[in-house]
């Protein structure tokens, strides 16, 4: 019984996230049991849970009397995630730096590839999914489970924000060129430069951000 119940608690975190993360769930809705329960066909038990670990996480915010609500990430909130992601990141770059083989310099160089495929279509929706690729696989290859856990937390937070400064005019092509550095760097081994590389990236990405003339209209960064 008690093996059941912890499944569905899982399930039940792992849809609800999912939903926010993509945007199925927007900033501010407010997360009835009831209605998660119904929409997702889960337990109350498992939707609590769900609910209580994605507080956690900063997904969500629970108000004493009012249930819970997809807690909207302000633009200053924003910026200051991408600074602790360019400390975070920077760290995962140098460890991959140091376990980056052939096959994984090979993935990194493929992936940059589809990027400028991307950009030379003029999708550019699909090349910001390739960057979010390429910095998922970058930290993946850290092997740094911290930075990993970390990272995701971090990241999920910025669904509203995904897609906003490659919108920008030159920013797509300067982010294409922080990425081959970043990929240079991590496949040469050099740590301290794939440390730099990425940390100069998120903190541009910030940067941009920050001066969006976009700024507060829900559209989606890196």
């Known amino acids: 019984m008690g093996s059941e119940v912890e499944a569905n608690g899982d399930a039940g975190y792992l849809l609800l996230r999912e939903a926010i993360v993509k945007g199925d769930l927007a900033p501010n809705q407010?997360?009835?049991e009831a209605e998660m329960s119904s929409t997702f066909r889960l337990p109350r038990a498992a939707v609590r849970t769900a609910l209580v670990r994605l507080e956690q996480e900063g997904l969500v915010e629970r108000e004493p009397y009012r249930g819970a609500r997809v807690r909207l990430i302000t633009e200053q909130e924003?910026?200051?995630?991408?600074?602790a992601r360019a400390a975070l990141e920077g760290l995962a770059a140098?460890?991959?730096?140091?376990h980056c083989g052939p096959a994984e310099a090979d993935e990194l160089w493929e992936i940059v590839a589809r990027?400028?495929?991307a950009l030379d279509q003029g999708d550019l929706i699909g090349a910001s999914d390739v960057n979010a690729e390429l910095h998922a696989r970058i930290v993946e290859l850290s092997q740094h489970t911290t930075a990993q856990r970390?990272?995701?937390t971090l990241s999920s937070q910025m669904v509203r924000f995904q897609f906003r400064t490659i919108l920008i005019p030159g920013r797509p092509g300067q982010s294409h060129e922080e990425h081959r550095a970043i990929v240079e760097a991590v496949t040469a081994g050099d740590q301290a430069g794939a440390e730099a590389a990425m940390r100069r990236h998120?903190?541009?990405v910030a940067q941009a951000l920050a001066e969006s003339p976009a700024a507060g209209r829900a559209q989606r960064t890196t």
Do not use: F, G, K, S
């Open 94 to 98: 140098r460890h991959a730096a140091r």
């Open 150 to 152: 970390l990272v995701r």
């Open 115 to 117: 990027q400028r495929a």
């Open 78 to 83: 924003a910026v200051e995630i991408l600074q």
């Open 30 to 32: 407010r997360l009835l």
């Open 202 to 204: 998120l903190d541009a």
